[in-house]
C-alpha cells in the first residue's frame, strides 16, 4: 500500500504577509470604532486588537487619521462587493427597484454606516479627518450610485432626475439610520420604508416635472 508524501505547505509572499497585516490591522479597526468609538480608538489600542506590534502598525498607517480613513474605505469596498455578489444572484429577472433599496439600506444599518459615523462626528473638529472623509465619503456615494442606476434602469433622459432621488434616497436612509440608534422597535421604520420605495418606484418609472426654484409672484 502506498502512502503520500505530504507535499510542503508553500511559504507566502513578502506581498501576501504584508497583506494580510494591512487585513488585520483594518479589521481590527473597524472593530474598535463600532465598540470603543473613535476617541477611544488609539493605534495601540488596534494594534492589541490586532495582535501586531506598533511598528508594523506605523509601516502601513504612519497616522491614526491614515489608518481610520483606509478602514472605512476597506469596509466600504467589501461591502460593495457583497451587493455586487447579490445582486448577480438576481441574475434570473427577480431584482428590482425595491430590492435595490434594500441592499443601499443594508449599507446604512450595518458595521459601515456605524464605523463612518464616528468619522463623521470627530470630523467636525478635526479639519485633517475632514478632508480626507469628505474624499472619502464622494468616492463611497458614486459607487452606490452606480449600483441604483444599474437596478432603476432609468433613461438617459432621466439622469437629473434619478440623481436627485437618489441623494435624496441616501438623506432619508441616513436619518433613518441615526433613528435607529435610539429606537429598538422597527414597526413604523419599516413602514415608511416601504412607503419610501413606493413613491421612488412612481418617480423613476412615471417621471414628473418638479420646479425646485420658488416661483416668483405674478
Not at 490586532?50 to 461591502?79: E, M, N, W, Y
Not at 436627485?164 to 429606537?183: H, K, N, P
Amino acid at each position: 500500500m502506498s502512502t503520500s508524501t505530504p507535499q510542503p505547505r508553500a511559504r507566502r509572499t513578502q506581498e501576501e504577509r504584508s497583506a494580510e497585516t494591512r487585513e488585520r490591522l483594518l479589521d481590527a479597526t473597524i472593530e474598535s470604532l463600532i465598540d470603543a468609538g473613535y476617541a477611544r480608538t488609539t493605534t495601540t489600542a488596534v494594534c492589541e486588537r490586532a495582535g501586531l506590534s506598533r511598528g508594523a502598525q506605523l509601516h502601513h498607517f504612519p497616522t491614526k487619521s491614515d489608518l481610520v480613513i483606509c478602514a472605512v474605505t476597506h469596509l466600504a469596498a467589501k461591502r460593495g462587493d457583497e451587493i455586487r455578489a447579490q445582486r448577480e444572484r438576481l441574475a434570473d429577472g427577480n431584482e428590482t427597484l425595491g430590492t435595490a433599496l434594500d441592499l443601499v439600506w443594508a449599507s446604512f444599518s450595518g458595521p459601515l454606516f456605524h464605523a463612518a459615523l464616528e468619522l463623521w462626528v470627530a470630523a467636525r473638529t478635526d479639519p485633517e479627518l475632514h478632508a480626507n472623509l469628505y474624499s472619502v465619503e464622494r468616492r463611497v456615494g458614486r459607487n452606490m450610485a452606480q449600483l441604483f442606476r444599474e437596478f432603476a434602469g432609468q433613461r438617459p433622459e432621466g439622469e437629473h432626475q434619478i440623481e436627485d432621488v437618489l441623494e435624496l434616497t441616501f438623506y432619508v436612509m441616513r436619518g433613518m439610520a441615526l433613528q435607529r440608534i435610539l429606537r429598538d422597535d422597527d414597526t413604523e421604520r419599516l413602514r415608511l420604508f416601504e412607503l419610501w420605495k413606493h413613491m421612488v418606484s412612481t418617480v423613476l418609472h412615471e417621471p414628473i416635472s418638479l420646479n425646485t426654484k420658488q416661483r416668483s409672484n405674478s
